[in-house]
C-alpha cells in the first residue's frame, strides 16, 4: 500500500484521509478538474431532495451535494470506478424502502446523460487488491478485461463455489448442519454458488482468511441484488433440529 500511493499514484482527495479539512480539501477537488485523474466514487449516490441527503461539502457558503460532487468530476475523470457494492449496485443503501432514492453510479450517470465508462468492484467492503490491482492496470495497461456487467474478470471471473475449500463436501453431497461443522455450507443458506469473486482466493487480512475459512456462510455481498435480494443470509429450513 505505502508503495503504492508514494509512487503509482498522488492521491489528490479522499475524504476521510486528506490533510486538508473543510474548503481546503474540496478546493483540492476542483484543482484536480484540470488534470488527467481516476474518480474512485465509494458508496451510493443520493439523489432525494436534490441530494440534500448525502453533503460532501460547505464551500464559500454553498451546500455541495455528493451528487453535484460524483457528477462534476465524472464529467471530466479519464476513468471511472465505483468500489463497493453500494457504489456498484446501489447495495444497502439502495435497498427498500430507499427513502434517500439511492442509485448506483452508473445508474446516476446514465441519468444525468454521463455515458462514460464504469469499472464496478463490487463487495461490502471491497477488497484493497481488488481497488489497487485495478487502478494499477488502468495506469500501466489501460482498461483490463471486464465481464458484461463491466467487473474485471480477474477478480470476478469465477464464482466463490468454483474455488471454496469445501468443494469437495459439496459434490460428495455432504452439508453442514450447524455453523460451526466442516463440512459445505450450502444448505445453511451459503451464497457461493451465486457470487462471483475471487475470496477463495484472494482471502482478507493479507490473505489469512476469509468467511467461509471462519465458519460463515458466504452472504453474497459482492453480487447483484444485496443485500434484499439475497436474504436470508442463514437458512435453517432444511437443517436436522439438534
Known amino acids: 500500500m505505502a508503495f503504492f500511493l508514494n509512487n503509482m499514484v498522488s492521491l489528490e482527495y479522499q475524504n476521510s484521509i486528506s490533510p486538508e479539512q473543510g474548503e ?85 450517470l446514465q441519468e444525468s446523460g454521463i455515458g462514460k465508462q464504469v469499472i464496478i468492484l463490487p463487495g461490502c467492503p471491497g477488497n484493497p487488491d481488488w481497488i489497487i490491482g485495478t487502478i494499477a492496470n488502468l495506469i500501466e495497461f489501460g482498461v483490463p ?40 455450507m450450502f444448505k445453511l443458506g451459503c451464497k457461493g454458488p451465486i457470487t462471483k469473486v475471487d475470496c477463495p482466493i484472494r482471502r482478507w487480512n493479507d490473505t489469512d482468511n476469509w468467511p467461509v475459512g471462519n465458519n460463515t456462510p458466504c452472504i453474497g455481498c459482492a453480487q447483484k441484488g444485496f443485500a434484499k435480494g439475497i436474504e436470508p443470509f442463514i437458512r435453517l429450513s432444511d437443517i436436522k433440529k439438534n
Open 24 to 108: 481546503k480539501a474540496f478546493q483540492k477537488l476542483l484543482d484536480t478538474l484540470n488534470t488527467e485523474f481516476i474518480l474512485i466514487v465509494d458508496g451510493a449516490i443520493s439523489i432525494k431532495d436534490n441530494g440534500l441527503y448525502n453533503v460532501v461539502a460547505n464551500y464559500k457558503g454553498k451546500i455541495i451535494t455528493g451528487m453535484e460532487a460524483v457528477k462534476m468530476t465524472a464529467e471530466k475523470a479519464k476513468y471511472i470506478i465505483a468500489v463497493g457494492t453500494c457504489a456498484s449496485y446501489g447495495g444497502i443503501s439502495a435497498a427498500s424502502p430507499n427513502e434517500a432514492e439511492c442509485r448506483s453510479l452508473k445508474q446516476f
Open 145 to 184: 478485461e471486464l465481464d458484461d456487467e463491466g467487473r474485471p474478470i480477474v477478480f470476478y471471473g469465477t464464482t466463490i463455489h468454483d474455488n471454496c475449500e469445501r468443494r469437495s463436501y459439496f459434490d460428495k453431497g455432504i452439508f453442514a448442519e450447524k455453523l460451526d461443522d466442516k463440512e459445505c
